[in-house]
Structure formats: structure tokens, C-alpha cells
């Protein structure tokens, strides 16, 4: 079955928008033919936007694209389900969702990544992230190599506050070294979101 545009009079279908890795609900909106036609190709979720009255990616001014997972059609072929990986929030608030309930992760992590992104293309010696930046990959790496360790020693000890305090330090370096890579925690996320709906077939 083909999404049926031509059950609607301004032929614009409505669209709602999942996490992939949550399955919480990110956003409602419209596409016509053509906007569905170009999200498939590019595999980035474009509208039709009625107050610009054109298409519209998500993210082409922000960066905040919708990389597509997976895309359903209900069974009158007249709404449209996406599955995508956000590139940030996705509500014009900040927040991860237009329906709230803003997570830790988006709160915390996904801030921190942002900072970080501004680190690497920064020239500042000052800053901590940028000097790693300067030193390149193989700096990286082992700082996260030795933070793996310092934190599988606190965990053979019974200090909760060290114990956290280098689980902090890991994440923190773990996260300079995917953006060295070109990647964010977002791209974990959905290899380990495919892995787990994989198991449960």
C-alpha cells in the first residue's frame, strides 16, 4: 500500500514523528507527495510547512535533522508513521519532544555534546576540550582508556562518591572521542535500540 495523498482536499497527510530509541512521540506535521518522496530519498524527514507554504527539512537551519529509521503506513493509507534519530531537540523550546516530559539525557548529555561540538572547532587553549581536539585521536583515546581504568578501580572499592565521580570522567572523555569520530551518543543509542527490537523478534 502507497500513502493515498489524494484523500485530502489540500492533499497534505498528516505525519507523526518517533524516537527511535525511546518510541516517544517527537512531533506531528504534515507532507504532501512530494515531501514524502524527498524524505525517502534523502533519508531525512522533509514537510510541507503551511506558513512557509513550501517543503520544509527539519533542521535546515538548526542542524537539528530527523535521520530516518523506519516508516509505517496505517492500514487506510492516510497517516504516516516515522521512526528517526534526532540531531538535537526537536521542539523550536529546546526540548526533545513538542509534547514535553524532557529527559535526563536530553537535559544533561545531549547539552554537554553540544558544548563539546563548539570545543572541537574552537581554537582556545584555555579550554580543556579543545586542547584534546588539538592533540588529535590518539590523545582521546587513551585519555578514555585511562578513565576506564580509574573507574574499574573505584568500583573494586566502596567510595559511591569516587565511584560516580569517575563513571562522570568516563562519560565525559567517552563523549569527546565520538565526536572525534564524527558521531553523537544518539548513534549508540539507535545501534543499541536495533539490537534490542532485534532480540525481541
Not at 37 to 59: A, E
Request: with cysteine; net charge negative; aromatic share 10%.
Amino acid at each position: 500500500m502507497k500513502p493515498d495523498f489524494e484523500k485530502y482536499d489540500n492533499k497534505l497527510m498528516p505525519v507523526i514523528i518517533q524516537d527511535f530509541v525511546s518510541n516517544q512521540v517527537l512531533m506531528q506535521a504534515f507532507m504532501n507527495e512530494e515531501a514524502f518522496l524527498q524524505s525517502i530519498k534523502t533519508n531525512r524527514i522533509t514537510f510541507f510547512s503551511r506558513s512557509k507554504n513550501r517543503l520544509w527539512t527539519k533542521g535546515e537551519s538548526s542542524g537539528n535533522f530527523l535521520d530516518i529509521k523506519e516508516y509505517f503506513l496505517d492500514c487506510d493509507g492516510d497517516s504516516l508513521l516515522f521512526t528517526v534519530v534526532p540531531r538535537g531537540p526537536v521542539c523550536h523550546t529546546g526540548q526533545h519532544s513538542c509534547y514535553g516530559n524532557e529527559s535526563f539525557r536530553t537535559s544533561v548529555l545531549d547539552r554537554l555534546g553540544s558544548i563539546i561540538a563548539q570545543r572541537k572547532v574552537r581554537d582556545d587553549k584555555a579550554s580543556y576540550v579543545s586542547s584534546l581536539f588539538q592533540e588529535g585521536i590518539n590523545k582521546i583515546a587513551q585519555k578514555v582508556g585511562e578513565e576506564s581504568v580509574e573507574l574499574i578501580i573505584e568500583a573494586k572499592d566502596n567510595n559511591d562518591e569516587l565511584f560516580l565521580g569517575e563513571a562522570a570522567d568516563l562519560m565525559f572523555h567517552y563523549l569527546i572521542l565520538l565526536e572525534a569520530k564524527g558521531f553523537q551518543l544518539c548513534d549508540v543509542e539507535a545501534v543499541l535500540a536495533q539490537r534490542f527490537k532485534s532480540n525481541q523478534r
